[in-house]
Nanobody
Framework: VQLQASGGGLVQVGDSLRLSCAAS????????MGWFRQAPGKEREFVVG???????YYANSVKGRFTISRDNAKNTVYLQMNNMKPEDTAVYYC?????????????????WGHGTQVTVSS
């Protein structure tokens, strides 16, 4: 499975941005999907995940501001980011795993897309 993330860019504090991650094959609907991010000099961290059944799990740092969704007909998962903060600046990666549950560790994911840069300017 190949994952292609897009939608990154430069925004101002308080702005919104939507990321997309398109999967290359139809079995996407069975995968648990996640978004991770990596800021300069820091480890890649979990942001949010969604199961095949639509159950979501958010990192505390984005809860209430970010929303994950998926459109299985389009093999795509989305990350809507609102009220953005400078600390949201990072390269964002989408990832997929064949298991049923959301995991917060990178080692639990089988597939990774190339990252997309998100920069929040103050």
């Amino acid at each position: 499975v190949q994952l292609q993330a897009s939608g990154g860019g430069l925004v101002q504090v308080g702005d919104s941005l939507r990321l997309s991650c398109a999967a290359s094959e139809g079995t996407f609907s069975a995968y648990t999907m996640g978004w991770f991010r990596q800021a300069p000099g820091k480890e890649r961290e979990f942001v949010v995940g969604i199961t095949s059944g639509g159950i979501t799990y958010y990192a505390n740092s984005v809860k209430g501001r970010f929303t994950i969704s998926r459109d299985n007909a389009k093999n795509t998962v989305y990350l809507q980011m609102n009220n953005m903060k400078p600390e949201d600046t990072a390269v964002y990666y989408c990832a997929g795993r064949k298991g049923l549950a959301v995991h917060t560790t990178t080692s639990q994911y089988d597939y990774w897309g190339h990252g997309t840069q998100v920069t929040v300017s103050s």
